[in-house]
Nanobody
């Protein structure tokens, strides 16, 4: 199973970006999907997550600015980021609990990360 994230880049303060992360492989089902971020010299923090049923959680520092969504048919999770601030600069990682066809358990998987830089 692989998680492929894309959509990062350089954006000015106040701008927007949309990240996407697609899971591929012999996937039977995916439970919670989410996004984390890690700024230089800091720990990796949860940004947002969404369950299969659509229940969403947001970290306080992105509430009202970021929106997480998913397309279960495409095994893809998105993160719409609006009103970006310089402090949002970080590597963003997608994360998912995935069950493959030959397994009965869910395993936590990470994507490779995509860099978001907010700067004028």
């Amino acid at each position: 199973v692989q998680l492929q994230a894309c959509g990062g880049g350089l954006v000015q303060p106040g701008g927007s970006l949309r990240l996407s992360c697609a899971a591929s492989g012999t996937i039977a089902s995916i439970n919670t999907m989410g996004w984390y971020r890690q700024a230089p010299g800091k720990q990796r923090d949860l940004v947002a997550r969404v369950t299969t049923e659509g229940t969403r959680y947001y970290a306080d520092f992105v509430k009202g600015r970021f929106t997480i969504s998913r397309d279960n048919a495409k095994n893809t999770v998105y993160l719409q980021m609006n009103s970006l601030k310089p402090e949002d600069t970080a590597v963003y990682y997608c994360n998912a609990d995935v069950r493959v066809v030959v397994d009965t358990r869910y395993h936590n998987r990470w994507g490779q990360g995509t860099l978001v830089t907010v700067s004028s």
